[in-house]
């Protein structure tokens, strides 16, 4: 049963179009293919005929291929529509006839009498019909038009010698020919049916775009799709971000302003639903990135002191506030893994923990399995029975245990860590027992033991870190004016002035109010009219003739931001921006900028 069965009449009729047109854009190929086997032939053939027979053939094939590239760039102009491209096949097909009666007469007229000369022949044609099956057999009228005429001479010629030898070499042609052309029908049927479904693919993309009219017009393909729907995620990710940053910045800076006890309170529970909002956003925007492809690993050697040691310093707050103790264990093992993807996993996994741990302890270390390392997060917590330890990795599925109000989640977390992981091609194993913990581990491949790492500063200290804040000038760029606000209203809280501008040129007029030179550069990534933090801190830095540290802050959590900001060397603290890592990460740096700008005033 032929594979075109199931295809309606007009997508073959549009099927067949395109392989008119197909058929023309193979035009150089087809003519050097028709050159060169002509020539071959000549030079195997030469002494079987006057070289003035072979000069006029060779003359026919050339002409035959200029009158074919005269009509092609006719088709080219004339851009014709649907019903007039059977008329130019037609055109095309007769070319192709031509070609091969051409072949035809020289397997009649110069057939030799020397039966090596006589096979000779025979393996020219039936190469050059058969190295041409993948250009005819585009346009089947060009094909059978091509081929029948150039190989059924050569089997009624050798047939005609008459004796067994030339007649049984004429069956065994005649057979081959049959294979030949069932194969250039079979391989025509399977091009039609390809282009038959691509058009059907296009009706049904149409239909679509009909039926669901928010989507954007210019979606083509999938592959737009996935591109269109990256990118929203991407600017839905950095602009919601925006307002969630400067709401726990100004709920920090209300934290140190608090006098009394209900004050407090009130400011802890306000954070405690930030923090939940902020995990259950970023959950959202991993798993839709997931779903959308849009997440590429870029593995490297990861060094998980640095990394443990800022988990720890991320949450050890958020654990000490419900009186529960987070150790992050020092270790000197490395793993070959996408830094920022396997931090993800490992964010998930002690959010979980904390969140779930009402007494005692989280521990979060790496141990060696031979050629493998096994990061660990174990809690105290309320456990996980046998029968939820494989639906909880499931979208939005969770364990109906008690928690804090407003501290439940969505059930992502888990999912994501199973996602993420598998994009890694990590393991991840489960070992719990109710009422007594949970011990999650995360298995990766381990590469060389680094001699030794120093864990970076934890900014669980958060009094230390804020005392060295006392008296420095910040300079704010960012093109979200709340943002700004939040940061002035929390850095004065900790006794630092704030010059800040939606560009570096707002920021410099700022700093020239103030008179001073700022100590610290924290720059949004992403500002308006596609300037970026990245540029404003290196004309800020050019301006002022210092090369003054800076942090990035940034709503975009996107592997390939992360990587810009790493490759600039400059420190990226992503948003909504915790003000315990805000205050040790800038902590850390004007350690570095007081000595370079002490006692300077912008404009001296």
Same mark, same amino acid.
């Given at each position: ?34 050159? !060169?086997?002509?020539?071959? $032939? *000549? ?32 088709? %080219?102009? *004339? ?18 006839? =031509? ?28 190469? /050059?019909? =058969? ?15 091509? /081929? !029948?005429?150039?190989?059924?001479? =050569? ?46 693919? #296009?009706?049904?993309?149409?239909? !679509? ?6 989507? #954007? ?10 591109? *269109?729907?990256?990118? !929203? ?82 949450f050890r707050p958020q654990a000490e506030a419900k009186g529960v103790r987070l150790i992050a264990v020092p270790t000197r093992l490395a793993v070959d893994s996408d830094p920022a993807l396997l931090g993800r996993i490992l964010r998930n996994l002690v959010s979980n923990a904390v969140r779930c741990t009402r007494s005692g302890g989280v521990v979060v270390g790496a141990r060696r399995r031979g050629r493998e390392v096994a990061i660990e997060v174990v809690d105290t917590g309320i456990g996980i029975a046998p029968e939820h330890r494989e639906r909880i990795f499931e979208e939005f599925y969770q364990v109906r245990a008690p928690?804090?109000?407003?501290? %439940? ?20 194993? $489960? ?10 581990? /995360? ?54 002035? #704030? ?10 007029? *700022?700093?020239?109010?103030?008179? %001073? ?39 975009? /959590? ?6 810009? @900001? ?10 909504? #921006? @915790? ?26």
């Open positions: 049963m032929s594979s075109l069965a199931g295809l309606g009449s007009a997508q073959l009729e549009r099927a067949r179009a395109d392989q008119v047109a197909l058929a023309y854009a193979s035009l150089p190929r087809t003519t050097l293919s028709m050159l !060169l086997g002509g020539a071959l $032939l *000549a030079i195997a053939m030469r002494g079987q005929a006057d070289a003035a027979w072979w000069l006029a053939w060779f003359g026919l094939i050339a002409l035959n291929q200029f009158w074919r590239w005269r009509l092609t760039v006719a088709f %080219r102009r *004339a851009d014709p529509g649907a019903s007039a491209l059977p008329r130019w096949g037609r055109y095309w097909a007769a070319g192709s006839s =031509l070609a091969g009666a051409l072949w035809g007469l020289a397997a009649v007229v110069v057939f030799p009498a020397s039966e090596p000369h006589q096979a000779l022949l025979i393996v020219c044609l039936f190469g /050059v019909a =058969l190295a041409g099956v993948n250009l005819t057999a585009v346009w089947r009228p060009s094909f059978y038009g091509f /081929v !029948l005429p150039a190989l059924l001479p =050569l089997i009624a010629r050798v047939a005609w010698e008459g004796d067994p030898v030339h007649l049984d070499t004429a069956a065994v042609m005649a057979v081959v020919l049959a294979f030949v052309l069932a194969f250039g029908h079979r391989v025509n049927d399977l091009l039609t049916q390809a282009l038959a479904i691509r058009h059907e693919n #296009v009706d049904l993309i149409g239909e !679509l775009r009909a039926q669901t009219r928010a989507a #954007v017009d210019a979606r083509a393909a999938a592959e737009a799709a996935n591109r *269109a729907k990256s990118q !929203l995620l991407a600017a839905a990710s950095h602009d919601l971000r925006q307002p969630l940053h400067a709401v726990g910045l100004y709920v920090a800076a209300l934290e140190s302003r608090a006098a009394d006890a209900e004050s407090r309170a009130i400011v802890a529970r306000t954070q405690q639903a930030l923090d939940s909002l902020d995990l259950q956003f970023g959950q959202l925007i991993d798993l839709s990135r997931l779903e959308a492809g849009a997440l590429v690993p870029q593995r490297e050697r990861v060094p998980l002191a640095p990394l443990l040691a800022a988990l720890a310093a991320e928690a804090p109000a407003g501290n %439940r989640g969505m059930g992502l977390g888990l999912a994501i860590v199973r996602r993420l992981a598998d994009l890694l091609g990590h393991a991840v194993t $489960l070992r719990s027992q109710p009422g007594r913990g949970s011990r999650f581990a /995360v298995v990766a491949p381990r590469v060389t033991d680094l001699r030794s790492i120093a864990p970076r500063p934890e900014a669980g200290a958060a009094t230390g870190a804020q005392a060295c804040l006392a008296g420095a000038t910040i300079a704010v760029v960012d093109d979200d004016p709340a943002s700004i606000e939040a940061m002035r209203s929390l850095f004065l809280a900790w006794g630092a002035d #704030v010059a800040g501008g939606g560009d570096a040129a707002e920021a410099l007029r *700022a700093l020239g109010r103030l008179e %001073r030179y700022p100590d610290l550069i924290v720059a949004d990534l992403r500002l308006e009219r596609g300037a970026n933090g990245l540029d404003a801190v290196a004309q800020l830095r050019d301006e002022l003739g210092v090369s003054i540290p800076a942090l990035v802050v940034s709503g975009d /959590v996107s592997e390939d931001a992360t990587r810009s @900001v790493r490759s600039a060397g400059l420190a990226l603290l992503a948003k909504p #921006v @915790v003000p315990a890592a805000l205050a040790g990460a800038a902590s850390v740096l004007l350690a570095q900028s007081r000595p370079a700008v002490a006692g300077r005033v912008v404009g001296a």
